[in-house]
């Protein structure tokens, strides 16, 4: 009985000092309304006594309410201050989205906001964003953020004006404010457009905390000077479509006062139009480390992807990067950059001194860009072929015999299993239609009759549709530079290949994913010799077991091995295969 008296005594002081200081109160309610020009006695309670402005719901919510805010326009800036965590701003989009329109402009940057979110947890979404109408000269803040789990989604931002620039969302530097922390941010589900003279979209800012923050799924347009621009560590920027009407920058991935930066992981965006559209590092000072660059299509931009420091910690893998017209990648850093597995709009891979004849996008020095995707990059589908790479075919290289069609013979091996769907002949001539690349002759060594066997003659399939098989040997004879696609399954598992040799002589191929010494290749082989194929501008070398050691058979070649009798040549690797492997045909 004395709990139940204290409770009503405790309630009706709330009450009475609610109505001394005008405080509005709703016993039970954690939903507070807004519309345009307010509603009823504006207590905020229900639509029929609605708040007039934003700001007002935000000022009477606590912790874990909402805020419904009618169709309408509301010229406001905003904040939400420490101690609303959890708090939820939902736009009703009836009949349309209701427009927040900051007031604030200022005349120097970084400026003052326009909304400011100080509590952790809040939400913001279902809104139409624009900045003030931006005077030349000066510059629009946008929505400043300093706290952990902030989500901002479904909005559409709108940056206009006669000023130079604005920004949409940007974050406390450390260095301003060192105890921020904007852990668990999430910028998802919008749209941005400005046609002030430039805008910066999102702008992350260097913060101590260590968890991650994504940017996904979000669309730029208009005058983007930076779509999206991370300071820290721990980021995700992934799904994101972005193209511009100034020369600028999509995406950045650097701190401008060179500290270390790790675990970014840019995948899935698309980006056009810009001067630059991927810049990664600051300069030679900034080390990346972890640094992911994946299934993005980078295209119509001056150049690709640059990086200015610490390549050795970047990876740039399986992205179409297509049409730019400078450099599809330029590198700046000291160190190599592994650029494998791009798809560089043609199947004779990238424009490069080392590559001759490659007709793709230009690619700076220090690039490692073999093997390269010889058609547009496409995410692993369970049950379908992985697309592994590019073999390059250079018109120019070994003869088979002295005399015989002398010119453009390129020896040729698989190392692995192909794919069902890509394992015979006609598979791989069905594969480079429209390659350009032209097959003159192909032929197979029958070692069991030790006869030459013709499986394409000008193009078209010969006598059987033979099937391609690890550890045997080919010469394609062709008339134009070009590349022959490898298909390999991630889905069907086969085992180490194993290759039975006959007396006299074997064409055979390297079975594992990267170069093999000579006795460790044919261990467990009765062998007499071993006489490698004749490349340009090279030495042909033939060896006995006791002249092995220091001889390697490189991966995607064909070797001659003489046997005094029979024998099984035992592969290394498995299909599929595994992840941290690296299956290089070109080098």
């Given at each position: 009985?004395?709990?139940?008296?204290?409770?009503v005594?405790?309630?009706?002081?709330?009450?009475?000092?609610a109505?001394?200081?005008?405080?509005?109160?709703v016993?039970?309610?954690?939903?507070?309304?807004?519309?345009?020009?307010?509603?009823?006695?504006?207590?905020?309670?229900?639509?029929?006594?609605?708040?007039?402005?934003?700001?007002?719901?935000?000022?009477?919510?606590?912790?874990?309410?909402?805020?419904?805010?009618?169709?309408?326009?509301y010229?406001?800036?905003?904040?939400?201050?420490?101690?609303?965590?959890?708090?939820?701003?939902?736009?009703?989009?009836?009949?349309?989205k209701?427009?927040?329109?900051?007031?604030?402009?200022?005349?120097?940057?970084?400026?003052?906001?326009?909304?400011?979110?100080l509590?952790?947890?809040?939400?913001?979404?279902?809104?139409?964003?624009?900045?003030?109408?931006?005077?030349?000269?000066?510059?629009?803040?946008?929505?400043?953020l300093?706290?952990?789990?902030?989500?901002?989604?479904?909005?559409?931002?709108?940056?206009?004006?006669?000023?130079?620039q604005?920004?949409?969302?940007?974050?406390?530097?450390?260095?301003?404010?060192?105890?921020?922390?904007?852990?668990?941010?999430?910028?998802?589900?919008?749209?941005?457009?400005?046609?002030?003279?430039?805008?910066?979209?999102?702008?992350i800012?260097?913060?101590?905390?260590?968890?991650?923050?994504?940017?996904?799924?979000?669309?730029?347009?208009?005058?983007?000077?930076?779509?999206?621009?991370?300071?820290?560590?721990?980021?995700?920027?992934?799904?994101?479509?972005m193209?511009?009407?100034?020369?600028?920058?999509?995406?950045?991935?650097?701190?401008?006062?060179?500290?270390?930066?790790?675990?970014?992981?840019?995948?899935?965006?698309?980006?056009?139009?810009?001067?630059?559209?991927?810049?990664i590092?600051?300069?030679?000072?900034?080390?990346?480390?972890?640094?992911?660059?994946s299934?993005?299509?980078?295209?119509?931009?001056?150049?690709?992807?640059?990086?200015?420091?610490?390549?050795?910690?970047?990876?740039?893998?399986?992205?179409?990067?297509?049409?730019?017209?400078?450099?599809?990648?330029?590198?700046e850093?000291?160190?190599e950059?592994d650029?494998?597995y791009?798809?560089?709009g043609?199947?004779?891979?990238?424009?490069?001194?080392?590559?001759?004849?490659?007709?793709?996008?230009?690619?700076?020095?220090?690039?490692?860009?073999?093997?390269?995707l010889?058609?547009?990059?496409?995410?692993?589908?369970?049950?379908?072929?992985?697309?592994?790479?590019?073999?390059?075919?250079?018109n120019?290289?070994?003869?088979?015999?002295?005399?015989?069609w002398?010119?453009?013979?390129?020896?040729?091996?698989?190392?692995?299993?192909?794919?069902?769907?890509?394992?015979?002949?006609?598979?791989l001539?069905?594969?480079?239609?429209?390659?350009?690349?032209?097959?003159?002759?192909a032929?197979?060594?029958?070692?069991?009759?030790?006869?030459?066997?013709?499986?394409?003659?000008?193009?078209?399939?010969?006598?059987?549709?033979?099937?391609?098989?690890?550890?045997?040997?080919?010469?394609?004879?062709?008339?134009?530079?070009?590349?022959?696609?490898i298909?390999?399954?991630?889905?069907t598992?086969?085992s180490?290949?194993?290759?039975d040799?006959?007396?006299?002589?074997?064409?055979?191929?390297?079975?594992?994913?990267?170069?093999?010494?000579?006795?460790?290749?044919?261990s467990?082989?009765?062998?007499?010799?071993?006489?490698?194929?004749?490349?340009?501008?090279?030495?042909?070398?033939?060896?006995?077991?006791d002249?092995?050691?220091?001889?390697?058979?490189?991966?995607?070649?064909?070797?001659?091995?003489?046997?005094?009798?029979?024998?099984?040549?035992?592969?290394?690797?498995?299909?599929?295969?595994?992840?941290?492997?690296?299956?290089?045909?070109?080098?």
């Amino acid at each position: 009985m004395k709990e139940v008296i204290s409770f009503v005594l405790a309630l009706a002081l709330v009450l009475s000092l609610a109505l001394v200081v005008g405080m509005p109160v709703v016993a039970g309610s954690s939903t507070w309304y807004v519309t345009e020009g307010g509603a009823g006695n504006m207590t905020g309670e229900d639509w029929d006594n609605a708040f007039n402005s934003i700001q007002a719901g935000i000022d009477a919510s606590g912790p874990g309410d909402t805020v419904e805010v009618a169709s309408g326009t509301y010229e406001e800036d905003l904040v939400i201050p420490a101690g609303k965590d959890g708090l939820e701003i939902k736009g009703v989009a009836d009949p349309e989205k209701p427009i927040i329109r900051g007031i604030t402009v200022v005349d120097y940057y970084p400026g003052r906001h326009n909304i400011n979110i100080l509590s952790s947890g809040v939400k913001i979404y279902g809104f139409t964003i624009e900045s003030p109408d931006v005077p030349e000269g000066y510059y629009s803040g946008g929505i400043h953020l300093d706290s952990t789990d902030i989500e901002i989604y479904d909005n559409d931002f709108v940056l206009t004006g006669e000023g130079e620039q604005a920004v949409a969302i940007q974050t406390w530097r450390v260095c301003n404010e060192p105890e921020a922390d904007i852990s668990g941010l999430k910028i998802y589900d919008n749209t941005f457009y400005g046609d002030i003279g430039m805008y910066q979209a999102i702008w992350i800012n260097r913060d101590t905390g260590e968890g991650v923050v994504t940017v996904e799924n979000n669309e730029f347009s208009g005058n983007v000077m930076r779509a999206i621009a991370t300071e820290r560590s721990n980021t995700v920027i992934s799904g994101n479509a972005m193209t511009s009407e100034i020369l600028s920058h999509g995406i950045t991935v650097r701190d401008w006062d060179e500290r270390e930066q790790e675990n970014v992981e840019v995948a899935g965006n698309t980006v056009e139009g810009f001067l630059v559209g991927l810049v990664i590092g600051e300069n030679e000072d900034q080390t990346l480390t972890s640094i992911v660059v994946s299934y993005n299509t980078i295209r119509g931009n001056d150049t690709g992807v640059r990086v200015r420091s610490s390549a050795g910690g970047v990876a740039v893998n399986y992205n179409n990067i297509v049409g730019n017209t400078e450099y599809g990648m330029l590198n700046e850093a000291a160190e190599e950059l592994d650029s494998l597995y791009n798809w560089w709009g043609h199947e004779t891979g990238p424009d490069h001194d080392l590559n001759l004849g490659g007709q793709g996008d230009g690619v700076s020095d220090n690039v490692g860009f073999g093997p390269w995707l010889y058609k547009t990059q496409e995410p692993f589908i369970p049950d379908a072929p992985c697309y592994a790479g590019s073999v390059l075919l250079a018109n120019e290289a070994t003869q088979v015999e002295p005399g015989s069609w002398e010119g453009g013979w390129n020896s040729f091996s698989t190392p692995i299993t192909l794919d069902s769907s890509a394992n015979r002949v006609s598979d791989l001539l069905d594969l480079t239609e429209g390659s350009g690349l032209s097959i003159v002759r192909a032929q197979r060594f029958d070692a069991e009759t030790q006869s030459w066997v013709a499986i394409i003659m000008n193009n078209a399939v010969v006598g059987e549709d033979y099937r391609i098989e690890p550890g045997e040997g080919y010469f394609i004879q062709v008339s134009q530079k070009g590349s022959l696609p490898i298909l390999v399954s991630r889905t069907t598992q086969a085992s180490p290949p194993m290759r039975d040799l006959h007396v006299g002589c074997n064409l055979v191929g390297v079975c594992n994913l990267e170069q093999q010494g000579v006795v460790t290749a044919l261990s467990g082989v009765d062998y007499s010799v071993v006489i490698s194929p004749k490349p340009p501008n090279a030495e042909q070398w033939s060896i006995t077991p006791d002249t092995a050691d220091g001889k390697y058979l490189q991966l995607g070649e064909a070797y001659w091995v003489g046997m005094p009798g029979e024998g099984t040549l035992f592969g290394h690797t498995t299909t599929p295969v595994a992840d941290d492997m690296t299956w290089d045909l070109n080098q």
